[in-house]
């Protein structure tokens, strides 16, 4: 089920409560505490999940209290936000044993990038509700403007961008629902009950740590499955620290998605100040978004 209309949570003002979990790499109270005092230093209050620092190998605790922190959140009325602490890996093992039926009644922002991309997906694939795709508590320390930007997105500032554009550009206009986030985990999703429609849609892109190669592959599965023909824009974020073999793959990761998408004519943004560098600007993700490639780019939402 796809919707075409979007579904917009409630913006945060001071004295709200919001969340934070632990939906993936285990993180520890040290780690969390910065973060904690910025939110509240926005005026807001914070509760976290029950089992926030609970550690199962490289997991925040069992697949089962990961889950359970994640309802308790979705299914508490006082919750405006969830944040998720970090990423890592582990929101694909729990995914499909949320119940998001109360959260369809009573929408709230749900916040991060990364392994994050699951539930953005998800939520997008079945609900129509807009999400924020943006920095996460263990990095909000890593960029102020990042962090501001964040701030302005949950109460309800509008925001937009205006950044140079990149000799790779390709020049246009388009207009439509913003989807996307992490490629490794879109392509984790294919096939699956949170795999997203993209057809229509403006496509956000970001990686790390990935051979260059999987990139292509990756690239080629998201094409092969009717992911790219259709797009009214796509916009590529950071393609952090890629790996190569011994013998070059011979094209940057740039030049890879370029080439999967060179024989359509939509435009195509590389460089947006998103994903796993220094900068991670929000995206509203589910949110009509317009795009236009010139000799600057601009982006920005519908109100």
Known sequence: MQHSKSIRPSFLKQGDCVG????????????????????????????LGKHI????KQFAGSDDKRRHDFQAMLDDAEVK???????GYGAVRIIDALDFSLFKKYPKWIVGYSDVTVFHSHIHAHTGIETLHSTMPINFEKDSESLQLLKNALFGE???????????????EGEGILVGGNLSL?????????????????LFLEDLDEYLYHI???????KRGGKLAK????????FSEMKDNTVPFGKTAEEIIMDA??????PVSFGFPAGHGQKNYPLFLGRTAKISVGKKVELSFTS
């Open 20 to 47: 934070i979990v632990a939906p993936a790499r285990k993180i520890s109270e040290a780690e969390l505490l910065p973060s904690i005092k910025i939110l509240q230093g926005w005026g807001l209050n914070v509760k």
């Open 53 to 56: 620092y609970a550690v199962d």
């Open 81 to 87: 936000a969830i944040f998720s602490a970090r990423g």
């Open 158 to 172: 509008a925001i937009s961008y205006n950044y140079d554009s990149n000799s790779m550009d390709r020049e246009g």
């Open 186 to 202: 879109l392509y984790a999703l294919a096939s699956t009950p949170s795999d997203i429609n993209t057809e229509g849609k403006i």
């Open 216 to 222: 292509d592959r990756m690239m080629m599965q998201l």
């Open 231 to 238: 797009l009214k824009g796509l916009v590529i974020g950071g």
């Open 261 to 266: 998408v060179k024989e359509y004519s939509y």
